[in-house]
T-cell receptor, first 111, second 115 residues
Framework: SQQGEEDPQALSIQEGENATMNCSYKTSINNLQWYRQNSGRGLVHLILIRSNEREKHSGRLRVTLDTSKKSSSLLITASRAADTASYFCATERTGRRALTFGSGTRLQVQP | DGGITQSPKYLFRKEGQNVTLSCEQNLNHDAMYWYRQDPGQGLRLIYYSQIVNDFQKGDIAEGYSVSREKKESFPLTVTSAQKNPTAFYLC??????????????FGSGTRLTVV
């Protein structure tokens, strides 16, 4: 079953703009993670936010977590053409030490 | 270089055959995972293992089998009981910590096609 659902499913922006992706989930979690996947490749871990954290930054990435709404957002600032990829949120729910992935957001950054 | 290696990159299977996908890691990670990805979809968990000689079913284990005889290896067998095996298979590993806060390291995947 899909724990997380990303919104939007697809996003197209111009280089230099910010990109925001949202993720909703259903159960109590230990942490929430964001991954990136280039077409036909494996996933790359971007950032992890714990259930007791509300915001985290890493370079051009900003992640927020609202456990009361069971939602998270990933903001990529000053996007580049190289940011074109699919982005997935993943949650580790309480009681299972394995990630459950959402359906992903396909981001296209136009040069 | 430390990493996780999946082989082969492409695999073709005839209907009714079992095939085994290889996953090897030299990161000394405790836990290993298998996921399936269908076109335009997210990843679904097949099996995972937190320790040698032990593994747990994920959300879509039917038609698959695994073994974990060595810490560095976690092969996945797609059996003839799996009715729709054509997909992209991804293996991942993680070092387990008390807080479980390490991200996964993924392999580059095996694309399986039934012919």
């Amino acid at each position: 079953s899909q724990q997380g659902e990303e919104d939007p499913q697809a996003l197209s922006i111009q280089e230099g703009e910010n990109a925001t992706m949202n993720c909703s989930y259903k159960t109590s979690i230990n942490n929430l993670q964001w991954y990136r996947q280039n077409s036909g490749r494996g996933l790359v871990h971007l950032i992890l936010i714990r259930s007791n954290e509300r915001e985290k930054h890493s370079g051009r990435l900003r992640v927020t977590l609202d456990t009361s709404k069971k939602s998270s957002s990933l903001l990529i600032t000053a996007s580049r053409a190289a940011d074109t990829a699919s982005y997935f949120c993943a949650t580790e729910r309480t009681g299972r030490r394995a990630l459950t992935f959402g359906s992903g957001t396909r981001l296209q950054v136009q040069p | 270089d430390g990493g996780i290696t999946q082989s082969p990159k492409y695999l073709f299977r005839k209907e009714g055959q079992n095939v085994t996908l290889s996953c090897e890691q030299n990161l000394n990670h405790d836990a290993m995972y298998w996921y399936r990805q269908d076109p335009g979809q997210g990843l679904r968990l097949i099996y995972y293992s937190q320790i040698v000689n032990d593994f747990q079913k994920g959300d879509i284990a039917e038609g698959y089998s695994v073994s974990r005889e060595k810490k560095e290896s976690f092969p996945l067998t797609v059996t003839s009981a799996q009715k729709n095996p054509t997909a992209f298979y991804l293996c991942a590993s993680r070092q387990l910590t008390l807080t479980g806060e390490d991200g996964y390291t993924f392999g580059s995947g095996t694309r399986l096609t039934v012919v």
